[in-house]
């Protein structure tokens, strides 16, 4: 290893790159990211919302500075049938440690000014260049090869998102398997500021975080979302990618039936669309983390398969940026030793055990599972919109007892299905 070498390169300035070359250059590390996009963020879609818990911890007061949209208050989940919508609505008003707190944020803004802090520290970044190939010698990760050019590291971060191709080549990976993925689609709709906090009675800088199960993605494993941002909201859908090829409809035409839904199209009327998106998010937990650590590399963020839907959250960003701490730390134990081997890196996967990231991916590692259940996004929202119409329809015909209407409703999925799909969905969370 030639002493021009770098500590660590990391591929990808998604959060997980940027926040592993912030910590490792503040420590004094010589750190290059090499970003495939023209600036960080630029790929990325996100809908999106962040847990502040993670990133707080290591940059404290983060908020006051980074480009935060609105600070989420508001909570909404939504069954959602065709013509119907039942949302449990939840307020918080109450007194918010920095870490309890949670943003709505744009990552194209937001990853530019924490690669940025990284720059700060003495990182260096170079963008719209691809890493083509990983430098390998008796086995041992010893760089990258990017636009032609060998960069040699004793340590190389693989933080390239929900496709790692890097990672495969190595053998450390397995081809993404359909069932392990959803395909989601974004649209950022522009509105004024005053018209988002009338249409969504937010107050100031309050923020909604809003999901739908049931029709958004045609009745399929998936559901849509909407985000509040400043003078904009991000509305979208996802989909089980194993779904797509049984349904009836293309993506896109999910997603326009859902913005035309008669409880959806109020929310954006005059809206002006200004950017529009698509890509491939990971969605089967536990299990589809692959091999994080071998001699000289560490794969983290998205590309490890960091990320958790349980229907009424959705998280990616604090795991990423936990996970590219995590990968830092081991690099900055492994640069103490001189040791860049896997056994000299190991203890990034300590770490990640011993954090809320595994711990969480192990305590919800039967819910993927559990959520290819076409009853949870067909029958149930539509059971649950039939008992709302029954309650709420006053026709002069005499009224039912609530229980004959209940178990009238609960009748037409079944009442072993409610059983055992109740048993299984708390064993799941």
Same mark, same amino acid.
């Given at each position: ?9 990391? !591929? ?6 940027? !926040? ?29 919302? *962040?847990?502040?818990?993670? $990133? ?83 086995? %041992?990760?010893?760089?990258? %090869? ?11 971060? /693989? ?10 080549? @190595?053998? =450390?990976?397995?081809?993404? %398997? ?12 522009? @509105? ?59 993506? &896109? ?13 109020? /929310? ?12 491939? !998010? ?5 299990? =589809? ?12 963020? +998205? ?10 959250? !959705?998280?990616?960003?604090? @795991? ?24 000299? $890196? ?5 770490? *990640? ?9 192990? $305590?919800?590692?039967?819910? &993927?599972?559990?959520?290819?259940? &076409? ?7 539509? =059971? ?10 006053? +026709?002069?015909?005499?009224?039912? &007892? ?28």
């Amino acid at each position: 290893m030639s002493e021009e070498s770098f500590d660590a390169i990391i !591929v990808g300035a998604g959060l997980a790159g940027c !926040v592993a070359a912030y910590v490792l250059a503040k420590e004094g590390a010589d750190v290059l990211v090499i970003e495939r996009g023209n600036y960080a963020g630029s790929k990325n879609m996100t809908g999106g919302r *962040l847990y502040s818990h993670s $990133l707080e911890r290591i940059i404290p007061g983060f908020a006051k500075e980074a480009p935060i949209e609105r600070k989420v208050t508001k909570e909404k989940v939504t069954f959602l049938t065709d013509d119907t919508g039942v949302t449990l609505d939840y307020h918080n008003g109450r007194e918010q440690t920095a870490i309890e707190e949670s943003y709505t944020l744009l990552r194209g803004d937001f990853d530019q000014w924490l690669m940025g802090k990284a720059e700060e520290v003495g990182a260096q970044f170079i963008s719209g260049i691809r890493v083509d190939e990983i430098l390998t010698q008796d086995g %041992k990760v010893i760089g990258v %090869k990017a636009d032609g050019d060998e960069l040699t590291a004793k340590s190389v971060i /693989l933080a390239e998102g929900v496709n790692p191709v890097l990672g495969e080549q @190595l053998g =450390m990976v397995k081809r993404v %398997k359909s069932d392990a993925m959803a395909v989601g689609a974004k649209e950022l709709i522009e @509105l004024p500021q005053q018209v988002i906090q009338d249409r969504f009675n937010l107050n100031d800088d309050e923020g909604c975080a809003w999901l739908f199960a049931g029709s958004p993605a045609n009745g399929l494993m998936g559901g849509g979302f909407i985000y509040t941002n400043k003078t904009s909201v991000s509305l979208g859908i996802v989909c089980g990618l194993h779904d797509i090829g049984s349904s009836d409809k293309t993506v &896109p035409q999910m997603l326009e039936d859902f913005k035309n839904h008669t409880m959806i199209k109020p /929310l954006i009327e005059g809206g002006k669309l200004i950017e529009y998106s698509g890509h491939v !998010v990971p969605e089967a937990g536990i299990h =589809m983390v692959p091999k994080l650590v071998d001699d000289g590399v560490l794969i983290t963020g +998205d590309a490890a398969g960091f990320c958790l839907n349980i229907g009424y959250t !959705v998280r990616g960003m604090d @795991l990423a940026i936990a996970s590219g701490e995590a990968a830092a730390k081991a690099v900055l134990a492994a640069r103490e030793k001189n040791d860049f081997s896997a056994q000299g $890196l190991s203890s990034y996967q300590t770490l *990640l055990e011993d954090s809320f990231i595994m711990k969480d991916l192990k $305590l919800y590692k039967e819910l &993927p599972k559990f959520m290819e259940n &076409p009853r949870i996004f067909n029958q149930y929202p539509k =059971m649950v919109a039939d008992i709302m119409q029954s309650m709420f329809t006053v +026709d002069g015909s005499p009224s039912q &007892p609530i229980r004959k209407t209940l178990m009238k409703h609960c009748k037409e999925v079944g009442y072993m299905n409610l059983i055992k799909d109740g048993f299984k969905g708390v064993t799941s969370i």
